[in-house]
């Protein structure tokens, strides 16, 4: 069993910058790949970055590659994902999951979700 509890989001302006923090619980966290994702109003949800918890492999959506980075701290369990130049677009309810590889969390995320958090980002 895998528990993701997602903390860090609320209300910025176009521009800011904010982290977002994602606290894993797990057995052993080495088998799985944690991904960040997004649910607009009325749209569908959209997977944004990952990393590989053994060896810290990113992979990102090209909508966001550059201006998201996501990294893991293996001492606080935690997987981040910093966003800068955020836009009134990047509103949305953010999603933590994990899944065992990449392709999995790309085409649709892992087993085990977060709850979600909401970033708001005003113009």
């Known amino acids: 069993q895998v528990q993701l509890v997602e903390s860090g989001g609320g209300l910025v302006q176009a521009g800011d910058s904010l982290r977002l923090s994602c606290a894993v619980v797990?057995?052993?966290?080495?088998?799985?790949?944690i991904g960040w994702f997004r649910q607009a109003p009325g749209k569908e949800r959209e997977f944004l970055a990952a990393?590989?918890?053994?060896?810290?492999?990113?992979h990102y959506a090209d909508s966001v590659k550059g201006r998201f980075t996501v990294s893991r701290s293996n001492t606080k369990n935690t997987v981040n994902l910093l966003m800068n130049s955020l836009k009134p677009e990047d509103t949305a309810v953010y999603f933590c999951?994990?899944?065992?590889?990449?392709?999995?969390?790309?085409?649709?995320?892992?087993?085990?979700w977060g709850q979600g958090i909401q970033v708001t980002v005003s113009s």
């Open positions: 797990a057995p052993t966290l080495a088998p799985y790949v």
């Open positions: 999951s994990a899944g065992f590889t990449s392709d999995q969390l790309r085409t649709g995320g892992g087993a085990y």
């Open positions: 990393i590989t918890w053994n060896g810290g492999t990113r």
